[in-house]
C-alpha cells in the first residue's frame, strides 16, 4: 500500500513537472460571486454625507429697533415784530338817522341844484335873533382855500373828513350848514355863520347843497 502511494506520488511529480502548473479549472458562478465579494471588502468603505442644521450666519446684522424717538426738530426762532399800535378810535358809532343822510347825500342828492343854492342870497336868522340876508358864496370862496369871512372852500371835500374824529366828510359838511357853531374851524369865532338855515332850506336842498360841497376837491 505504501508503495503504490509513493508511486502515485511520483506520477504527479512528474506530470507536474512536464506541464508546468496544474489546469485552473474555469470559474463559475459561485466563485465569481466569491471573488466580487473579496473585491468589495478591499474597497475603501464609502462615507456617508450627513447634512448639518447650523443656519448659515445672516450676511447683515439688522440693528435693534430702538424706542427712543429722534428729538424734534426747533423750528428757526424769529424775532417777534412789533405791532404797530394803532390810535384809540374813541368817536362813537353813527346813528342810523346819520348813516342815512350820508346815504341820501350820496345817492340821491343833485349837486348842481346845490351850487346853484350855494350861490343864492336868503333871508336867515343869525345869532341873537338878527335876520339878515346872506349867500353862502358871500362869506366862503371856492377858487381858493384863503380865510375871509369864513374859510375858503376850494378844497374843502379833502379836509372836512379830519375835522371832527369819526364824522365822515359828508355828515360834517351837512352838520356845519344846519349846526354852525357845533365845530368852528381855528381863528374863526363862533356865532358868525347864519344859524337858521334849517328853516331856510329842505332837507332835500340840504343833500344837495352838500353833495356840491363835496364835489370842491381843489382840482377844478
Known amino acids: 500500500m505504501t508503495y503504490r502511494l509513493s508511486l502515485l506520488l511520483g506520477l504527479m511529480v512528474l506530470l ?9 479549472p474555469p470559474p463559475n458562478a459561485a466563485t465569481l460571486e466569491a471573488e466580487a ?26 440693528l435693534p429697533p430702538t424706542d427712543t424717538p ?3 426738530t426747533e423750528p428757526p426762532t ?26 341820501f ?3 340821491f342828492s343833485n349837486p348842481s341844484n346845490g351850487q346853484q343854492l350855494f350861490n343864492r ?3 336867515v336868522e343869525m345869532a341873537g335873533d338878527v335876520i339878515g340876508e346872506w349867500a353862502c358864496v358871500t362869506c366862503h370862496v371856492v377858487d381858493n382855500d384863503e380865510a375871509g369871512v369864513g374859510p ?12 371832527v374824529p369819526g364824522q365822515p366828510a359828508e355828515l360834517y359838511i351837512y352838520e356845519s350848514i344846519i349846526l354852525p357853531n357845533a365845530y368852528i374851524v381855528e381863528g374863526y369865532s363862533a356865532n358868525v355863520m347864519p344859524i337858521g338855515y334849517a328853516d331856510v332850506f329842505t332837507e332835500q336842498e340840504l343833500y344837495d347843497i ?7 376837491t381843489g382840482d377844478e
Request: charged share 25%; glycine share 4%; with cysteine.
Open 16 to 24: 507536474v513537472a512536464a506541464c508546468g502548473s496544474f489546469a485552473e
Open 37 to 62: 465579494l473579496l473585491q468589495d471588502d478591499d474597497a475603501p468603505d464609502a462615507v456617508a454625507v450627513i447634512p448639518t442644521n447650523t443656519p448659515l450666519p445672516p450676511t447683515e446684522t439688522p
Open 70 to 72: 429722534p428729538p424734534p
Open 78 to 103: 424769529e424775532e417777534p415784530i412789533e405791532a404797530e399800535e394803532e390810535p384809540a378810535d374813541d368817536a362813537p358809532a353813527l346813528t342810523a338817522e346819520e348813516e342815512n343822510i350820508i346815504f
Open 105 to 107: 347825500i350820496q345817492e
Open 121 to 123: 342870497t336868503f333871508e
Open 152 to 163: 375858503g372852500v376850494y378844497s374843502l371835500a379833502l379836509r372836512a373828513g379830519d375835522r
Open 210 to 216: 352838500s353833495a356840491y360841497l363835496m364835489t370842491l
